[in-house]
C-alpha cells in the first residue's frame, strides 16, 4: 500500500481509503459479520482510512464500523465520520446539534476521539452558518480532544471555495468528482494545494456506476451518463477486464488526491481493489 499525506494534518494516508457507507445497507442488504470481516481484511491489506457518517444507514454503518474497531489498536487507524446530516432531508449544522452528534458518533464507533470530524453535505445547509457557527463550534470541539481534524465534504466544487476563503478547514472530501466519467476535481486541486488543504476523493466507481452490477435505483446520475457507463462496462468485459479495475486505477493514480474512498461490504472485493490499486 501506498501512503500519501493528507494536507497539512502530518497523517499518512492510505492511497485506498475505506468508505463504510455499504455497512450501513446503502447499496444492499448486508450480512453485519460479512461487513466486519470486510473492515479487517482492509486493514490487513495496509488501508489505514476509514470514513463513515451517522446518516449512513441511519446510524447503522457507524455501529457497525464500532463493532468491527474495537477488536483493533487504535493505532492501527485513521477515523473519519461526519456530522450536520442525519436523514435523506434531515440537515442539521447547528452548534448545539453538531456537540451532541460527536459525542454520539465516540459512542457508536467506541472510541474516544474521531481524527478527522466533516460537515457533511453542506451544499443542502446555509454555508454562511456553516462557515460562522459549525466550523466554530468544531474548534470548541477539538480543544476538547475529541476531534483531531476538521473537513466539509460536499458534491458541487464550488462549496469548497466559498467556504474556505472564508474559515479554516483541513481537508475536504469531493465525491463522483475524480472518476472515469468525471474528473472535474483536478480543476480545484491547485487552489486546495496553496491552502493546504487535504484532499480526500471518494466514489472511484461513481457509487456503482462503473460496476459490473450497475447503479442502484436511487443513483442520481441523468440516463444518458448512466448509458454511458454501462457501454463502457460491456466494452471492458468484451476486452477481458473489469470496469471497476481501470476506475480504481484511474482514480487512485492521482498524486495530488491523499486517499481514494472505495465503498464495499465485501471482503473479496476490497482485496481485488487493493490487488487491482
Ligand atoms: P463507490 O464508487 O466506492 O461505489 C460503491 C459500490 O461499488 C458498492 O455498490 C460496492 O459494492 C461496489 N464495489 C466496490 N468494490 C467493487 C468491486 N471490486 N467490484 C464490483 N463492485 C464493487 O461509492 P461509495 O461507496 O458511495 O463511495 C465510497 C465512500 O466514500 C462511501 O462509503 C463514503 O464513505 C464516502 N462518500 C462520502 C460522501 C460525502 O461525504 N458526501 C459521498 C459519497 C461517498
Known sequence: MEYRELGKTGLKVSALGFGASPLGSVFREIDESEGIRTVHTAIDLGINFMDVSPYYGITKAETVLGKALKDLSRDDYILATKVGRYDEDGFDFSAERVIKSVDESLGRLQVDHIDVIQCHDIEFGSLDRVVEETLPA???????????????????????SYVLDRAEAD???????????????????????????????????????????????????????????????ALCRRQGTDISKLALQFSVSNQDIATTLVGTANPENIKKNAAWI
Not at 468544531?138 to 469548497?160: A, N
Request: glycine share 8%; with cysteine; charged share 20%.
Open 138 to 160: 468544531l474548534e470548541r470541539i477539538r480543544e476538547q480532544g475529541k476531534v483531531r481534524y476538521i473537513g466539509i465534504t460536499g458534491l458541487p466544487l464550488k462549496i469548497f
Open 171 to 233: 481537508t475536504i472530501l469531493s465525491y463522483c468528482r475524480y472518476s472515469l466519467n468525471d474528473s472535474s476535481l483536478k480543476t480545484l486541486i491547485p487552489y486546495l494545494q496553496e491552502k493546504g488543504v487535504g484532499v480526500i476523493s471518494a466514489s472511484p466507481l461513481s457509487m456503482g456506476l462503473l460496476t459490473e452490477r450497475g447503479a442502484p435505483d436511487w443513483h442520481p446520475a441523468p440516463q444518458d451518463v448512466q448509458d454511458a457507463c454501462d457501454k463502457a462496462t
